[in-house]
């Protein structure tokens, strides 16, 4: 998730950035294949200043591409 934060340009000054991938990982456990709704939906709640969100869904739909490339 953390490569995938800093792929993406997910984290940029970092306050928000232990929160939201926490979040994500935890979304990510319950549904490994989630739409964007569900990204948005799964890190509701955190706060972020900087990158107006959309680079951190970004960052969070690259996680779950990753992990299905590893798999196969």
Do not use: K, W
Not at 27 to 52: F, K, M, Q, W, Y
């Amino acid at each position: 998730m953390q490569e995938a934060f800093i792929a993406r340009g997910g984290a940029q000054c970092g306050i928000c950035t232990p929160g939201m991938v926490l979040a994500a990982v935890s979304l990510l456990e319950r549904n490994p294949h989630p739409s964007i709704a569900d990204v948005r939906a799964g890190l509701a709640g955190n706060l972020c200043r900087c990158t107006g969100y959309m680079r951190i869904f970004e960052a969070v739909l690259d996680a779950c591409r990753r992990v299905d490339d590893d798999s196969r």
